[in-house]
């Protein structure tokens, strides 16, 4: 069986180390390319973005060889965000969007996501065909030709790409006339006094252009990336900067985006945050006030809080959970013909507008919401009730199946226990970091703590005992 590359957002690592190295990162192009021709019966179109990483060139260099060799078309966006690139995949039309980002991790990673024309990501099954032709390629000897790709050249591929339709700075201006003209569809934004932290990322151009349009004041911060800058000490990982900002500047509102703004996060104008489930939870009531909250429900992952679910069933609205990560989010909203659903991260998807999650929709849609109320964000925001949660990440150095760490089977069933039904526990694996995270609520801060830190350490141990 071939190895895991994809995780839940792509293939996530540390750049220039396998599998984010030039040969095999041109092997993936040139597997991609296969891929497609074969499923589309003629070559593909390809469009390429990459956020700030200083990585982030040389990888996209690298991809786009391989494809090209194949015979791709390919064109490149330069820096722009994720979900720009599904939007590009959409539109244009392309007939792949390839995404060169780690999201929110530090500068050093890197990874590559896949977009289909339908502006999701591509199926399971096409990633799981580039995952076996690596295999493949690793398994042969050093001077074969192994499978459809390895041994095809073309006399373009050393170009790096083919001709270019449109420069990238038109297709971040396509980009950006979407989300003024078709996500703003009138709104105006006169008056409003607005914080944008870019976390020196993929949107440090582009959200500063979009608010401004929609008529708003903006203060921007974060928005000089330097090839290491990015997510460092800014953007949603780290909103304390933003609510300075806001408190310094009295501003309404402060938006703190991520490294390639498919998430955002919110600060009212007391510097208090405004998380994913209170972002769900105003859209949702505003949604359902203008008849647009399609089945009546908002589709949220296990991490949400349980003041969510609570807030929503008050107001008649179903809560359905899925596993952690956007492509099960969407594939709930999809099966259940569903508007809205998201993540506790700020990782929002308004099935109507994108299959992708996107920061600057995200706040387009919640700043229309604020202002149909009439009410300032933070009141809003205090509309939900948040239960006391912890959640404890903890460093592994191999994920086996809980079933597996009968200490940690008898610990989670202790606590359980412990709890009555008055709380939640959650213990999963991360499917981008080499991380295991234990999440519990509960009605007393003290109590949840001491749990979620013993089950940790407990993980921790019996894990390291087992790779021994």
């Not at 293939?11 to 040969?23: F, N, Q, V």
């Not at 990322?201 to 921007?220: D, N, R, W, Y």
């Not at 604020?370 to 509309?383: E, F, H, I």
């Not at 009555?420 to 526990?425: A, E, I, S, T, V």
Request: charged share 25%; hydrophobic share 40%; with cysteine.
């Amino acid at each position: 069986m071939a190895k895991r590359l994809f995780g839940t957002d792509g293939i996530r690592g540390e750049a220039g180390k396998p599998p984010l190295d030039e040969l095999t990162v041109e092997r993936i192009g040139r597997s991609l390319t296969h891929h497609l021709t074969a499923e589309l019966g003629r070559l593909p179109r390809i469009v390429i973005g990459r956020d700030t990483r200083e990585s982030g060139p040389d990888i996209e260099q690298a991809l786009t060889r391989g494809a090209v060799a194949l015979g791709a078309h390919v064109e490149s966006a330069g820096v722009i965000t994720t979900p720009g690139v599904a939007f590009l995949a959409r539109t244009v039309p392309f007939d792949a969007g390839v995404v060169i980002s780690a999201s929110h991790n530090p500068f050093r990673d890197n990874g590559i996501k896949v977009f289909s024309t339908s502006g999701q990501k591509i199926a399971d099954a096409m990633e799981r065909g580039i995952e076996q032709d690596l295999e493949d390629w690793d398994h042969s000897a050093p001077n074969s030709t192994v499978s459809h790709s390895e041994g095809a050249t073309n006399n373009n591929a050393a170009a790096g790409s083919g001709n270019a339709t449109l420069s990238a700075h038109a297709y971040i201006d396509k980009y950006i006339e979407f989300l003024v003209q078709k996500v703003g569809n009138g709104l105006r934004l006169d008056g409003l006094r607005l914080g944008i932290d870019c976390a020196n990322g993929a949107s440090s151009k582009i959200a500063p252009a979009v608010f401004t349009q929609l008529g708003a004041e903006v203060h921007v911060q974060c928005a000089a990336p330097d090839g290491r800058n990015i997510n460092e000490g800014c953007g949603s990982l780290h909103p304390d900067a933003l609510a300075t900002l806001v408190r310094k500047d009295a501003l309404d509102i402060g938006i703190a985006f991520d490294g390639d703004a498919d998430r955002a996060l919110f600060v009212d104008r007391h510097g208090d945050l405004v998380d994913g489930d209170q972002t769900m939870l105003i859209i949702a009531d505003y949604l359902r006030s203008i008849g647009r909250l399609k089945g009546n429900a908002v589709v949220t992952t296990v991490m949400s809080n349980l003041g969510l679910e609570l807030a929503l069933s008050e107001r008649g609205i179903d809560t359905i959970r899925t596993n952690v990560g956007d492509r099960f989010v969407l594939e709930e909203l999809l099966a259940r013909g569903g508007e809205l659903g998201g993540e506790q991260s700020g990782h929002i998807i308004f099935s109507s507008i994108s299959l992708a999650g996107d920061g600057i929709i995200t706040a387009i849609e919640l700043l229309r919401a604020v202002q149909a109320s009439g009410a300032p964000l933070g009141d809003l925001a205090r509309k939900l009730t948040r239960y006391p949660q912890v959640l404890v990440n903890v460093p592994v150095g191999a994920k086996p199946p809980l079933e597996s760490l009968p200490m940690v089977m008898a610990e989670m069933q202790r606590i359980e226990s412990e709890m009555q039904g008055k709380g939640r526990l959650l213990v999963r694996y991360s499917g981008t970091e080499n991380l295991a995270r234990v999440m519990i609520e509960g009605a007393d801060h003290g109590t949840i703590r001491r749990q979620a830190d013993g089950l940790a350490a407990l993980m921790k141990k019996e894990i390291d005992l087992l790779c021994s």
